[in-house]
């Protein structure tokens, strides 16, 4: 159930350094933007300036978004993360255990049988088991449009590459 | 006193592959942890094409400095930067 090789804090730390790049080339491209117009290049350098300027600014938005596709997902993660535990936790309690395939009723003699405990067991169970195909649906979901839209992000960034060389 | 002239690209130019250098080595030292195999992979090329991408921008962004006239670079070098409020300056700081 919880993600043994993601690390929230360090999708978090490389969408920050996204953004600090977004934001060097946004500059960078701000600045290239005001002399291009000046008498002092010629035609040819000007075109030459011009493609570095729209390659900063492309590259720019691509690292802008990806620093916030990173930094939602940190946080979706570590939220998934939370919403597990506390699943886990309220599961325990109510005499519940997590195997291979999901929860159960821990094995052994409880208690006596008095049917409203069994029956309350019987209910958590349901609820825990419930809960947990929910956020593996979730889960999956926003996981395929993870990919979907850095699958578009490295699509982009190799048509600047490709435009540049 | 005569006008303040604008700088030429080429200090831009030289910031910009300095901070396409910058980027690349720093994504290069991030391990950023997305999950399963699907997701790292994703990620992982994301971050390959856009490294690839940064190293293209600083090697023509060399290119276009290299290019210029050398009294223009040296004129953008040695003037002082235009007067565009503090927003204007911060952004020539990075």
Known sequence: ?165 | MPPVQPPGPGPVLDRLALACDDAVDGLLDAMPMAGDRALQGALDDYLDALMDALRMLAAVGREASAALPVSQRRVALSEPLPSGGPERERSRSW
């Not at chain 1, 690390?7 to 933007?33: F, G, I, N």
């Open chain 1, 1 to 165: 159930m919880v993600r043994a090789s993601s690390d929230p804090a360090s999708l978090s730390a490389t969408a920050s350094a996204l953004r600090t790049l977004a934001a060097h080339l946004t500059a960078a491209a701000e600045d290239l933007r005001a002399p291009i117009e000046g008498p002092r290049l010629s035609a040819a350098q000007r075109r030459h300036v011009q493609e570095v300027c729209r390659a900063a600014a492309d590259l720019a938005r691509l690292a802008q978004h990806g620093g916030d596709l990173l930094n939602h997902t940190a946080y979706r993660q570590a939220r998934e993360a939370h919403d597990i535990r506390s699943l886990e936790d309220r599961a325990t309690a109510s005499g519940l255990v997590r195997g291979e395939g999901g929860y159960g009723l821990a094995p052994g003699i409880s208690g006596v049988a008095v049917p409203a405990v069994v029956a309350g067991r019987a209910e958590a169970l349901a609820h825990a088991q419930s809960r947990v195909d929910e956020l593996v649906a979730a889960r999956q979901t926003a996981d395929a449009a993870f990919i979907e839209k850095l699958r578009d992000l490295t699509a982009a960034a190799t048509r600047v590459a490709d435009a540049l060389r």
